[in-house]
């Protein structure tokens, strides 16, 4: 059990900002992050938050689904959701395209780019819910809070019968073991510049057989 029960929480537009707050103090030091907006070239920062922006604007606005943890009316840990049908529209988006452009330049959202489609490169055939930001505030990490929010998420795909499971992906080496601590199984690896990038996949909940008499 998490150490602090949070609330859970179905996400709508109007956490936007929360959302955004958190996922890029998340996301700041995380080294996929890093290499795919150049941590080590001034305005690092302003790239990462315009990223999140852009991410999080779009993920509402297309009606995407997201999942929040809250304690005491903060928002402290959130998963976005993108279903099987819907996975590749945010990135196919001309509009979100150029506002990337703008906001973090053409190298990076080339880099980005091309690190969405080396992922989804990774994965079998099949429909799938993939996560494209999840995140726990750093100030509430250790709490146990990244396993509530998981159980949340798994509890909620698999109300989706044609989803085969959950598909994260991480270029953090300390993620590795809790993920697999928490059912998921590695599926791929690729190389993000420096960055080994791998992917996980969580199956969805098989329903019970009853025994044959």
Same mark, same amino acid.
């Given at each position: 059990?998490?150490?602090?029960?949070?609330?859970?929480?179905?996400?709508?537009?109007?956490?936007?900002?929360?959302?955004?707050? #958190? =996922?890029? %103090?998340?996301?700041?030091?995380?080294?996929?992050?890093?290499? =795919?907006?150049?941590?080590?070239?001034?305005?690092?920062?302003?790239?990462?938050?315009?990223?999140?922006? +852009?991410? /999080?604007?779009? %993920?509402?606005?297309?009606?995407?689904?997201?999942?929040? #943890? #809250?304690?005491?009316?903060?928002? /402290?840990? =959130?998963?976005?959701?993108? !279903?099987?049908?819907?996975?590749?529209?945010?990135? +196919?988006? @001309?509009? @979100?395209?150029?506002?990337?452009?703008?906001? &973090?330049?053409?190298?990076? &959202?080339?880099?980005?780019?091309?690190? %969405?489609?080396?992922?989804?490169?990774?994965?079998?055939?099949?429909?799938? %819910?993939?996560?494209?930001?999840?995140?726990?505030?750093?100030?509430?990490?250790?709490?146990?809070?990244? +396993?509530?929010?998981?159980?949340?998420?798994?509890? @909620?795909?698999?109300?989706?019968?044609?989803?085969?499971?959950?598909?994260?992906?991480?270029?953090?080496?300390?993620? #590795?073991?809790?993920?697999?601590?928490?059912?998921?199984?590695?599926?791929?690896?690729?190389?993000?510049?420096?960055?080994?990038?791998?992917?996980?996949?969580?199956?969805? !909940?098989?329903?019970?057989? !009853?025994?044959?008499?």
């Amino acid at each position: 059990m998490p150490d602090r029960l949070a609330q859970v929480r179905m996400l709508d537009s109007g956490y936007s900002r929360e959302a955004r707050s #958190l =996922l890029y %103090h998340a996301y700041r030091h995380e080294p996929t992050f890093a290499y =795919l907006f150049e941590a080590d070239r001034p305005g690092y920062d302003q790239r990462v938050r315009a990223t999140v922006r +852009e991410l /999080v604007h779009q %993920h509402f606005s297309e009606d995407l689904p997201g999942i929040g #943890l #809250l304690i005491d009316d903060r928002l /402290v840990g =959130l998963a976005l959701i993108a !279903p099987p049908q819907r996975r590749l529209d945010i990135t +196919e988006s @001309w509009f @979100w395209r150029l506002r990337m452009l703008l906001s &973090t330049g053409f190298r990076c &959202t080339k880099r980005y780019l091309a690190y %969405h489609d080396a992922v989804l490169a990774c994965l079998p055939p099949g429909p799938y %819910h993939i996560l494209p930001l999840l995140g726990v505030h750093p100030q509430f990490q250790g709490q146990r809070l990244g +396993e509530q929010l998981l159980e949340a998420l798994h509890a @909620w795909c698999a109300e989706d019968a044609g989803s085969q499971g959950v598909v994260i992906d991480t270029g953090n080496a300390r993620y #590795l073991e809790f993920y697999k601590r928490q059912g998921y199984e590695e599926i791929g690896e690729v190389a993000i510049g420096p960055i080994r990038e791998h992917v996980f996949f969580h199956p969805a !909940p098989r329903p019970a057989v !009853p025994p044959q008499a």
